[in-house]
C-alpha cells in the first residue's frame, strides 16, 4: 500500500527549496548546499552527480534515501528524483528548473520485499526562483499547472497482483512565495494562492476486500502567513519559542470546496460528502495565547453505510466555531473563550422522521449561537501538560483555575420555541467548602424562553408525551421561570456572597 509518508515525500520533493529560512547568499552552490541540509534534516541522504556549467549546477542521477531503523522506520525509502538544473540569472536571482519529462520512483524495502511506484510530474508554465537580497531571500513559485500522479505501482507476491491504485494531486494557477526577513532570517512570511486543488485516491485491495474512492477539490484558495522571532526551527520547543516572543498569524480562505468519499470493507461500506460554498480560517498564536476562528457558508453534510438504517442528510446557511486558549502560564489570569454558531440548519425529511414519524412537528431550520468567555489563571504551561488518562482519578488534571465566567450570548431557536441567556459569575477559587469542594460563584444568569407551552402541547396531541408528563414539565419550569408574555417565561439565577442560589428572587439552596 502507499506509505504515510508519501505525501510528506511528495512535499519535500516539489517544494524542497522553500523549507529553510538559512540562506547565505543567492548562488547555485549556496542553494544546493541548502536543498542538502534540508534533506539532511528530514533524515534523508543524497546520492547525485554534480556538474557545473556557465550558468550554474547541474544535478543528475538525483536520491533520496532514508534507511530504516528500529525506533523511526519499518522501511528503508528510496526515491529517485528528477534532474535539476539550479541556474543563476543576470539580474542576481537563482532558478531551480526541475526536468518534468521524467519520472519520480519511490521504493520501499521491508526485509525482502519490495514496493515501488512510479510518479508522473505534471507541469506546465512552472517556474521556480530564489532572489532578493543578501539575508532576506524571496522563493516564488508560480505555475499554470502543477502535480503528481501515479502512473505505475509494483507491489510484493504476497499482494497476489490483484491490487488497483489510481491516485494524483494537482494545483491549478498556483502562485506562491516565501520570505525569508529579519536580522537573523527569523521573521517568514508566506502566501499561497491557487485557482483550484484537486486530490483524487482510488483503490481496491482484493486480498483484504477493500476498496475506496476520495475526491478532495478547493477552488479559490488563499493562504497568507507571517511568523516572527523564530529562532529556531529544529531545537527550540514551542515554549521556549513563545516565551522569546515567537508569534504567528494565518489566514486561510476558499471557494467552493467539498470531499467525498465511497469505502467498502467485509465490515459494510460508508459514503458521504462534505461541502461548502466558501470558508474563512484565522489564527494567531503569541505568549498571550491561541485565537482561532472559522467560518462556512451554505455547506452540507451526507453520510450513509449499510450499518445505518436512515442515511444523514443535514444542511445549513452559515456555521462557526472558535477558541481562545492560554497556552503559558502567567501570574495574572488570562482570556479563554469558546464560540459556536449554525443558522437555518435542516435536517432531511427521511432522517427527522426517525423523530417525528407521524409529522407531527415542524421540521423547520435551527439556530444556535453560543459565546463563552472569562479570565483563568493556567497553573502550568499548556505545551508541557501531558494528562495520565490511566489514572482513576484524573478530574484535576487540567491544570486552569478559572476566576470568571461569561456568559456572552446564548441565542436557540427551533420547532417554534426560542431561548436566548446572559451574564455572568465571579468564582471564589479560595472558598471551596461552601459548594462542597467546587469554587464559590458570584454572579447572576438571565434567560428568556419563548413558545415552550405550545411546543409542549404540541408533545402531548402528537401522542410524544402524555398529560401528566406535559403538567410535570410545566411544573418544573414554574420552579425556575415567571411568566413575562403571551408563552414567554423569564428567569434570573443568581448566586450571592452568602452561598445561596435563587430563582427570581426565591431561595433554591
Same mark, same amino acid.
Given at each position: 500500500?502507499?506509505?504515510?509518508?508519501?505525501?510528506?515525500?511528495?512535499?519535500?520533493?516539489?517544494?524542497?527549496?522553500?523549507?529553510?529560512?538559512?540562506?547565505?547568499?543567492?548562488?547555485? %552552490?549556496?542553494?544546493?548546499?541548502?536543498?542538502?541540509?534540508?534533506?539532511?534534516?528530514?533524515?534523508?541522504?543524497? &546520492?547525485?552527480?554534480?556538474?557545473?556549467?556557465?550558468?550554474?549546477?547541474?544535478?543528475?542521477?538525483?536520491?533520496?534515501?532514508?534507511?530504516?531503523?528500529?525506533?523511526?522506520?519499518?522501511?528503508?525509502?528510496?526515491?529517485?528524483?528528477?534532474?535539476?538544473?539550479?541556474?543563476?540569472?543576470?539580474?542576481?536571482?537563482?532558478?531551480?528548473?526541475?526536468?518534468?519529462?521524467?519520472?519520480?520512483?519511490?521504493?520501499?524495502?521491508?526485509?525482502?520485499?519490495?514496493?515501488?511506484?512510479?510518479?508522473?510530474?505534471?507541469?506546465?508554465?512552472?517556474?521556480?526562483?530564489?532572489?532578493?537580497?543578501?539575508?532576506?531571500?524571496?522563493?516564488?513559485?508560480?505555475?499554470?499547472?502543477?502535480?503528481?500522479?501515479?502512473?505505475?505501482?509494483?507491489?510484493?507476491?504476497?499482494?497476489?497482483?490483484?491490487?488497483?491504485?489510481?491516485?494524483?494531486?494537482?494545483?491549478?494557477?498556483?502562485?506562491?512565495?516565501?520570505?525569508?526577513?529579519?536580522?537573523?532570517?527569523?521573521?517568514?512570511?508566506?502566501?499561497?494562492?491557487?485557482?483550484?486543488?484537486?486530490?483524487?485516491?482510488?483503490?481496491?485491495?482484493?486480498?483484504?476486500?477493500?476498496?475506496?474512492?476520495?475526491?478532495?477539490?478547493?477552488?479559490?484558495?488563499?493562504?497568507?502567513?507571517?511568523?516572527?522571532?523564530?529562532?529556531?526551527?529544529?531545537?527550540?520547543?514551542? %515554549?521556549?519559542?513563545?516565551?522569546?516572543?515567537?508569534?504567528?498569524?494565518?489566514?486561510?480562505?476558499?471557494?467552493?470546496?467539498?470531499?467525498?468519499?465511497?469505502?467498502?470493507?467485509?465490515?459494510?461500506?460508508?459514503?458521504?460528502?462534505?461541502?461548502?460554498?466558501?470558508?474563512?480560517?484565522?489564527?494567531?498564536?503569541?505568549?498571550?495565547?491561541?485565537?482561532?476562528?472559522?467560518?462556512?457558508?451554505?455547506?452540507?453534510?451526507?453520510?450513509?453505510?449499510?450499518?445505518?438504517?436512515?442515511?444523514?442528510?443535514?444542511?445549513?446557511?452559515?456555521?462557526?466555531?472558535?477558541?481562545?486558549?492560554?497556552?503559558?502560564?502567567?501570574?495574572?489570569?488570562?482570556?479563554?473563550?469558546?464560540?459556536?454558531?449554525?443558522?437555518?440548519?435542516?435536517?432531511?425529511?427521511?432522517?427527522?422522521?426517525?423523530?417525528?414519524?407521524?409529522?407531527?412537528?415542524?421540521?423547520?431550520?435551527?439556530?444556535?449561537?453560543?459565546?463563552?468567555?472569562?479570565?483563568?489563571?493556567?497553573?502550568?504551561?499548556?505545551?508541557?501538560?501531558?494528562?495520565?488518562?490511566?489514572?482513576?482519578?484524573?478530574?484535576?488534571?487540567?491544570?486552569?483555575?478559572?476566576?470568571?465566567?461569561?456568559?456572552?450570548?446564548?441565542?436557540? &431557536?427551533?420547532?417554534?420555541?426560542?431561548?436566548?441567556?446572559?451574564?455572568?459569575?465571579?468564582?471564589?477559587?479560595?472558598?471551596?467548602?461552601?459548594?462542597?469542594?467546587?469554587?464559590?460563584?458570584?454572579?447572576?444568569?438571565?434567560?428568556?424562553?419563548?413558545?415552550?407551552?405550545?411546543?409542549?402541547?404540541?408533545?402531548?396531541?402528537?401522542?410524544?408525551?402524555?398529560?401528566?408528563?406535559?403538567?410535570?414539565?410545566?411544573?418544573?419550569? &414554574?420552579?425556575?421561570?415567571?411568566?413575562?408574555?403571551?408563552?414567554?417565561?423569564?428567569?434570573?439565577?443568581?448566586?450571592?456572597?452568602?452561598?445561596?442560589?435563587?430563582?427570581?428572587?426565591?431561595?433554591?439552596?
Amino acid at each position: 500500500m502507499i506509505p504515510k509518508k508519501l505525501l510528506t515525500i511528495i512535499v519535500l520533493v516539489i517544494f524542497s527549496a522553500g523549507s529553510s529560512h538559512a540562506w547565505a547568499q543567492m548562488n547555485a %552552490t549556496i542553494v544546493w548546499d541548502e536543498i542538502k541540509q534540508i534533506a539532511s534534516e528530514n533524515g534523508y541522504k543524497i &546520492s547525485a552527480l554534480i556538474s557545473q556549467s556557465e550558468k550554474g549546477i547541474n544535478v543528475t542521477d538525483f536520491t533520496l534515501i532514508n534507511k530504516a531503523n528500529e525506533t523511526t522506520e519499518v522501511a528503508t525509502v528510496e526515491i529517485d528524483l528528477l534532474d535539476i538544473q539550479i541556474l543563476e540569472r543576470s539580474d542576481g536571482s537563482v532558478e531551480i528548473r526541475p526536468d518534468y519529462d521524467q519520472e519520480i520512483t519511490i521504493k520501499l524495502y521491508e526485509g525482502r520485499e519490495v514496493s515501488s511506484f512510479v510518479l508522473k510530474p505534471l507541469s506546465d508554465n512552472t517556474t521556480m526562483i530564489i532572489s532578493g537580497e543578501v539575508g532576506a531571500p524571496d522563493f516564488k513559485i508560480n505555475s499554470s499547472t502543477l502535480g503528481l500522479q501515479l502512473k505505475e505501482y509494483d507491489l510484493p507476491p504476497r499482494y497476489q497482483g490483484n491490487e488497483f491504485f489510481e491516485a494524483s494531486i494537482i494545483l491549478n494557477g498556483l502562485v506562491a512565495n516565501q520570505a525569508f526577513a529579519g536580522k537573523i532570517q527569523d521573521s517568514p512570511k508566506s502566501s499561497f494562492q491557487a485557482g483550484y486543488i484537486n486530490l483524487f485516491l482510488n483503490y481496491d485491495i482484493p486480498a483484504e476486500q477493500m476498496s475506496g474512492l476520495i475526491r478532495y477539490n478547493l477552488e479559490d484558495i488563499l493562504v497568507i502567513s507571517r511568523q516572527d522571532n523564530l529562532v529556531s526551527n529544529t531545537s527550540a520547543n514551542l %515554549t521556549n519559542l513563545l516565551e522569546t516572543g515567537y508569534n504567528a498569524l494565518g489566514s486561510y480562505s476558499v471557494g467552493a470546496g467539498s470531499i467525498e468519499f465511497d469505502f467498502s470493507s467485509p465490515d459494510g461500506n460508508l459514503k458521504g460528502k462534505l461541502a461548502s460554498e466558501n470558508s474563512n480560517v484565522s489564527s494567531s498564536l503569541t505568549q498571550n495565547g491561541l485565537l482561532f476562528d472559522a467560518y462556512f457558508a451554505n455547506g452540507l453534510f451526507k453520510l450513509s453505510s449499510s450499518g445505518m438504517p436512515i442515511p444523514v442528510d443535514i444542511s445549513f446557511k452559515n456555521g462557526n466555531y472558535g477558541f481562545t486558549v492560554p497556552i503559558l502560564k502567567q501570574m495574572e489570569s488570562q482570556n479563554f473563550g469558546l464560540r459556536l454558531g449554525v443558522s437555518d440548519l435542516l435536517i432531511a425529511q427521511d432522517l427527522w422522521g426517525l423523530i417525528d414519524p407521524n409529522n407531527n412537528l415542524k421540521n423547520g431550520p435551527i439556530n444556535a449561537k453560543i459565546a463563552l468567555s472569562g479570565k483563568a489563571k493556567l497553573l502550568e504551561n499548556l505545551t508541557e501538560f501531558r494528562p495520565n488518562f490511566n489514572e482513576e482519578n484524573n478530574s484535576n488534571s487540567i491544570p486552569l483555575e478559572v476566576d470568571e465566567m461569561f456568559l456572552d450570548k446564548l441565542d436557540l &431557536s427551533l420547532m417554534g420555541t426560542s431561548l436566548q441567556g446572559e451574564g455572568s459569575v465571579t468564582l471564589d477559587n479560595e472558598d471551596q467548602i461552601t459548594f462542597d469542594g467546587f469554587p464559590k460563584p458570584v454572579g447572576s444568569f438571565e434567560f428568556v424562553l419563548s413558545g415552550v407551552n405550545a411546543l409542549v402541547d404540541k408533545l402531548i396531541s402528537s401522542g410524544f408525551i402524555d398529560s401528566d408528563t406535559g403538567m410535570g414539565a410545566r411544573m418544573m419550569l &414554574s420552579m425556575f421561570t415567571i411568566p413575562t408574555g403571551e408563552d414567554e417565561l423569564s428567569s434570573k439565577i443568581e448566586f450571592n456572597s452568602l452561598g445561596h442560589i435563587l430563582a427570581n428572587g426565591q431561595r433554591l439552596r
